[in-house]
C-alpha cells in the first residue's frame, strides 16, 4: 500500500516503524563514533520503496556509516569498524568512511563535518542522513531539504550544480544507478547548458 510522506516527521516514523533499519542504527550507535550517521541509499530507499507501495524492501548494495574525526584518519581503522558492524549484524553490507579524510578521496576541499560532507554529495535525494541522539531518539538530516526525495525527484545538489566536472559526475551517476528502473515514478532532472 502506498502512503503519503509529508514531512521529517513522517520519515522518522516510517524509520521507527522499520524494525531492520532500527537494528542497524542501533548496531551502528553502538561504536560510539564521533559525528556518525547512516547516508544516502539507506534512508533514500525507505523512503522510494514506501512511496512507490512496495511490499518489500529494495535491496541496497550497502550501508553507508559515516563519522567525522580528524584526529584519526588512518583507512584501516575504518575497516575495523566494518568488522565489528559485520560481527553484530553479518547480513548487511556495512561501508564505513571517516569523512575528515574523504576529501582527499573525492578531489575537494576540506568538509567541516559530516553534515557538511551529507550536503556535497551529488543528489539532493541522496544527501539524507539518519542518527541517534544522547536520549536515543532518530535524528535526521536533510541539509538540501527533503522536497525532492518525497516528490520522486532526482537533481544535483547545489554543489553538484556549481562546475562541469562536478555535474559531469553527476550524470555519470545517474546513468549507472539507473534508478528509474528501480522505481519508475522517479523524475530525474537534467539541467541545461550547465557549466
Given at each position: 500500500m502506498k502512503k503519503v510522506l509529508k514531512n521529517e516527521q513522517d520519515v522518522i516514523t516510517l524509520i521507527l516503524r522499520d524494525d531492520d533499519m532500527m537494528k542497524i542504527i542501533k548496531a551502528a550507535s553502538s561504536l560510539n563514533l564521533p559525528d556518525w550517521w547512516i547516508c544516502a541509499g539507506f534512508v533514500r530507499s525507505k523512503i522510494w520503496d514506501t512511496l512507490h507501495g512496495y511490499p518489500r524492501k529494495t535491496e541496497i548494495p550497502d550501508v553507508d556509516v559515516i563519522y567525522f574525526d580528524n584526529t584519526m584518519i588512518d583507512e584501516n581503522l575504518e575497516k575495523q569498524f566494518e568488522k565489528k558492524l559485520t560481527?553484530?549484524?553479518?547480513?548487511?553490507?556495512?561501508?564505513?568512511?571517516?569523512?575528515?579524510?574523504?576529501?582527499?578521496?573525492?578531489?575537494?576541499?576540506?568538509?567541516?563535518?559530516?553534515?557538511?560532507?551529507?550536503?556535497?554529495?551529488?543528489?539532493?535525494?541522496?544527501?539524507?542522513?539518519?542518527?541517534?541522539?544522547?536520549?536515543?531518539?532518530?535524528?535526521?538530516?536533510?541539509?538540501?531539504?527533503?522536497?525532492?526525495?518525497?516528490?520522486?525527484?532526482?537533481?544535483?545538489?547545489?554543489?553538484?550544480?556549481?562546475?562541469?566536472?562536478?555535474?559531469?559526475?553527476?550524470?555519470?551517476?545517474?546513468?549507472k544507478k539507473n534508478w528509474t528502473a528501480i522505481w519508475p515514478k522517479v523524475r530525474v532532472c537534467h539541467l541545461v547548458n550547465n557549466g
Open positions: 560481527r553484530i549484524l553479518p547480513n548487511v553490507p556495512w561501508s564505513v568512511k571517516n569523512e575528515a579524510r574523504m576529501h582527499l578521496t573525492n578531489n575537494l576541499p576540506p568538509y567541516t563535518s559530516s553534515e557538511d560532507a551529507i550536503s556535497k554529495f551529488p543528489e539532493t535525494a541522496t544527501a539524507l542522513g539518519v542518527t541517534l541522539d544522547k536520549q536515543r531518539n532518530v535524528i535526521l538530516t536533510a541539509p538540501c531539504g527533503l522536497e525532492d526525495v518525497l516528490q520522486l525527484i532526482v537533481r544535483p545538489t547545489p554543489f553538484f550544480r556549481a562546475t562541469k566536472e562536478l555535474y559531469d559526475l553527476y550524470e555519470e551517476r545517474i546513468v
